[in-house]
């Protein structure tokens, strides 16, 4: 079956893989936040507490300059810092761009492809507890 051609399917059939399409991706987006909150709790954390000292100091007197150079000098947490925000603009800007104009449409099929194989292989995949439920 090529990738531009629809699945055919009795009506019944198409709404439950529609359903299950969806849960799919529902569980995608939790799995990104997921990862996105996993990242700040580590990564975000260790690298706040690497700014410790410069922080204390911008809460006091605040200027661009000791912005700047607080990332200067503590480049393992600027990084950990540029990651975490990296990520979290990067999940926003992708669930948002669905919310607002739909999947698109390689997106959709290849979550398309990724429910039938989850249902080809049944209970052994590990995702079909929360995809293909009845």
Not at 94 to 113: A, D, V, Y
Request: proline share 3%; aromatic share 14%.
């Amino acid at each position: 079956m090529s990738a531009n051609k629809r699945l055919r399917m009795p009506q019944g059939l198409e709404s439950e893989f529609r359903q299950q399409v969806d849960r799919l991706h529902r569980l995608t987006v939790l799995m990104r936040w997921s990862v996105v909150l996993f990242l700040w709790l580590t990564v975000g954390t260790v690298s706040l507490w690497g700014f410790r000292y410069e922080i204390s100091l911008m809460r006091e007197h605040f200027t661009w300059a000791a912005l700047r150079y607080g990332i200067l000098f503590n480049r393992l947490p600027a990084i950990g810092l540029a990651l975490c925000i990296g990520m979290t603009l990067s999940v926003l800007y992708w669930q948002t761009r669905n919310i607002f104009w739909g999947r698109p449409r390689q997106w959709q099929q290849r979550l398309e492809k990724q429910v039938l194989r989850i249902r080809q292989q049944g209970k052994r995949h590990p995702l079909w507890h929360w995809v293909c439920r009845q």
